[in-house]
């Protein structure tokens, strides 16, 4: 159902009152932007001398680095999620009960978790000096859950067709998996995916409570070394730096949904999912399956994802 | 047994604490999600163009972000000295709010075409057809998936205890901080957590059997 469904065409009158409901709610959130402003000029946190600590060489190199940081320990963590994810996957359809076993036990006791409390027992009890490493493991074993479970929603969406026929060619369990299932689940999960990638980089956030100097932990020192007018600058380096990261996590973002976007548009292969950034570590049933996503009229399952964003406005 | 047994009272605070700002964020995570959710499907388009900047970007913030901004920029626009409590509860209300009203959007879109088409060829307004006939329909199709988002918001609310408020993550920092060893102190924050997040899928799944109708 589109938006335009749940109220007619306006006539005269309603566009009136339409404008009239625009204008005070665009007023309404100015004001309130312009109060929070003010209310910041007058303590002095708008000040330039505040803003004119990022001039500094120090300080830009301090950003600078602590961008690194913030990748390197996502580049890692992405890395290790997608391979835990691809191993997680394969146990958890393998044909062996044990291996099926350990792999469901493995993902369903992590999914509950939550993920700060396994990063910081990798970190105190494995990893006290090595707080990028405690940092990317607990983000992988975290995010290699979601993972497993996201890939193995893309295998089970595969026709049963694809594997009957390349079973009947007389492949085996592992050129069939490699070559035929995971090639197809990749194409049609890559959206969810790097959505989930997304999840990623924003939760390497967490360095901030192990005291990995990423980028909110660099925004904490910056904000408590430095001295402006009586002051510590903390609005001024929270600004620049959440911009920072968010405009890092919007690119990221706007990747997933064009591979989406271009992956609709292809007219062969089967269907790609749609990019859901997930509150939770859903289970393979319930992310919206290429099956059940995309088509015209959206049956009563199409909900079952958290925070399924239905991409039809 | 002994990091229990030693130190139970502040287990049992840390417990509780865990399940108050549950409990509190998920209610402004609920309120703030549904009337996003109506802006988002309204006629009115600056409300439309604020719903969806709204989810954008509290989607796209990182949790510890917003818990930084909530307790070094809010106080400095509201008024100093609020209780940690108060913008914990905040900022995780805040950031779970986008993902309820996709879950409510994505709901309202489950509703058959004919009966908004109904609703609106009785004459009835938007606020109507959404209050008496569309979002009634969409609770049943929402419950699955906010289950799923009040877990992860007690998830994410271990993040509330790094912010100096009393819950099972301070608990467990607390804890390692005295010197004691860290596997028995995850095992028991885990079973802590484990009970919260089983009891809210329990009440969930009996909310659903309540709730279910035969279409």
Partial sequence: ??????YDAPGPKAVVRNRIYAVVGSLAIVALIVVSILRLA?????????????????????????VLATLKAFGLAAVGSLVLGVLLAVGRLSDHKPIRWVATTFIELFRSL?????????????????????????????????????????????????????YALGMSKTQVMTTVLMPQAIRSMLPTIISQLVVTLKDTSLGFIILYPELLQTARLIASNTQVNGQYPYVSTIVVIGTIYIAMCLLLSALATWIEKRGRRAKTGIKVAPGVQTADIPTAEDIPGPREGGAGGAGPTDGGAAGAAVTKD | MNVLLDNFPAFRDGFIGTVSITAVSSLIALVLGVVVAGFRVSPVPPLRYFGTAWVTLMRNTPLTLLFLIFFFVVPEILFPGMSPFVLGSLALGFYTSSFVCEAVRSGINTVPLGQAEAARSIGMTFAQTLQIVVLPQATRTVIPPLSSIFIALTKN?????????????????LMSDKGYDIVPVFIWVAIGYLIITFTISGLFRLLERRMEVAR
């Fill in chain 1, 114 to 166: 939550p993920l700060l409390i396994t990063i910081y027992a990798i970190w105190v009890g494995f990893l006290t000096d090595h707080s990028m490493w405690a940092l990317a493991a607990g983000l992988s074993v975290y995010n290699g859950c979601v993972q497993a479970e996201v890939l193995r929603a893309g295998i089970n969406s595969v026709p049963t067709g694809q594997s009957e026929a390349a």
């Fill in chain 2, 157 to 173: 609310s271990a993040i509330a205890g790094a912010f100096s408020n009393a819950e099972l993550f301070g608990w467990q920092k």
């Fill in chain 1, 42 to 66: 007058d303590k002095g946190h708008l000040a330039p001398e505040m803003w004119d600590i990022f001039n500094y060489a120090g300080i830009r190199q301090n950003i600078a680095d602590a």
């Fill in chain 1, 1 to 6: 159902m589109s938006a335009s469904v749940l």
